[in-house]
């Protein structure tokens, strides 16, 4: 069912890039958003589809990669009178709901997942601000090529309340509070909440120059006191900037860099506010994590399109009775893609991880190359939809046999996919 569900979606998108599907009446405007991937491949002896990914890494590179099911439907819904202009006041709803499915070990894909549900008041504050609350992926900041979120301290969360589009020298201040819960079991087997709150602030886009811009991130966590759990108040601060310039190499470029202690460290770049775990891998009661990310992207320059990355994470914490518990996560790929025919196009990406976890004793290097024949209406590397055909190889250190490529590769040192996807955003 889910293959028709997804070939169906594309069908219906494809070829034209459909940005959205449209209505409104009156004051009242309605836009359908969404997102869909889909695959079909094949792994050694016939199995199923797998992906690969170095043990402790939060992400993989994902093209030709994604063993998955994932979609995304939202409504948009704005309420804004006839003669109102950009500066007038304005609401909007936005409701959307995800599915997944991970191949081999779920057949189902339902919409029963509430990813974002919030209600925005536009300028409704003196300068044009705009105050929101409910559930959001608010400023979410990626590594497109590892489908890593490194700075998404929202996604997750309960709820939130936020302020944005405050004119403040010369950029946009944001600030917002967030309201997030872990659900764990006590020793006496009950599930109990373990509660966060969080206050994220950011000044956003200050001008440095025509082909730049400077932006600040900090964030206050505060874990509450559990005593079902015996887990005690636990405070953690963070911090980070990043720099996007234009027009370097025909291309944009990103470098970021953030520092996060005690309750700012989360559990994972989908966690949200969540903090990490008291006794959970590798980050403990006195941790802190470093991480400098850089992305290089070239849309569209001739037949020619790329994108490049370049990740270093770094952390430690307090591991009782364990002499080593810093960790290591080192990363960089490229993509490039060149255009062979108005809709067709060849794509190469290789990507290599090396993660150092002296928690968990092992130190070891993951390869990883595609090489595809894609199929898009038009040519640059954001360009959607897309229908590849790949080709997927992968090698590991010995340090990471029986952790990479499930149970089609448990004793094997390297591996290989082949496959179809489908992949669309309107």
Not at 286 to 314: C, I, K, P, R
Not at 327 to 348: C, D, I, T
Not at 387 to 406: E, I
């Amino acid at each position: 069912m889910r293959h028709i569900i997804c070939a169906a979606l594309f069908t219906l998108s494809a070829g034209s890039a459909i940005p959205g599907l449209a209505l409104s009446s009156g004051p009242h405007q309605l836009e359908l958003d969404g997102y869909i991937r889909h695959s079909v491949g094949m792994s050694q002896s016939g199995a199923e589809q797998v992906s690969f990914q170095a043990p402790g890494a939060q992400a993989k590179y994902r093209f030709g990669n994604e063993a998955d099911s994932y979609g995304e439907l939202a409504v948009d819904y704005h309420y804004r009178e006839p003669s109102a202009t950009e500066n007038d006041l304005s609401y909007q709803l936005y409701f959307m709901q995800s599915a997944y499915s991970k191949h081999g070990e779920d057949d189902s894909f339902s919409f029963d997942n509430t990813e974002q549900l919030y209600l925005k008041f536009n300028n409704v504050l003196p300068g044009g601000a705009d105050v929101w609350m409910g559930k959001r992926y608010f400023d979410r900041r990626d590594l497109h090529l590892l489908d890593y979120y490194w700075l998404n301290t929202v996604q997750g969360a309960e709820g939130a309340l936020g302020l944005e589009g405050v004119k403040l020298f010369d950029a946009e201040f944001t600030a917002t509070l967030i309201r997030s819960a872990d659900e764990l079991q006590a020793v006496d087997g009950s599930m109990q909440q373990l509660y966060t709150t969080g206050v994220d602030l950011r000044l956003l886009d200050y001008s440095l120059s025509e082909r730049s811009q400077l932006s600040f991130w900090a964030l206050i966590n505060e874990r509450h006191e559990n005593k079902t759990l015996g887990l005690h108040k636990k405070n953690g601060v963070a911090a980070g900037s990043w720099l996007i310039v234009e027009d370097v190499l025909h291309g944009e470029l990103l470098s970021g860099l953030t520092l996060r202690s005690g309750a700012a460290v989360q559990q994972n770049h989908f966690g949200g506010p969540q903090p990490v775990r008291d006794g959970q891998d590798r980050l403990y009661e006195d941790n802190w994590a470093l991480e400098w990310v850089n992305q290089h992207t070239v849309d569209v320059y001739g037949n020619f399109a790329v994108q490049s990355v370049l990740l270093y994470a770094l952390a430690d914490g307090d591991v009782p009775g364990q002499e080593g518990s810093r960790f290591s996560w080192f990363s960089m790929g490229s993509r490039p893609m060149y255009r062979l025919s108005k809709y067709g196009m060849a794509s190469f990406e290789l990507g290599l991880d090396h993660v150092n976890d002296d928690y968990h004793a092992q130190d070891g290097f993951l390869v990883k190359t595609t090489l595809a024949y894609e199929l898009k209406p038009e040519f640059s590397f954001y360009q959607r939809p897309a229908l590849r055909f790949f080709a997927t190889y992968a090698s590991w250190s010995d340090a990471f046999v029986g952790q990479v490529g499930g149970a089609a590769y448990l004793d094997s040192d390297e591996g290989w996919t082949l496959g179809t996807q489908l992949e669309h955003w309107w």
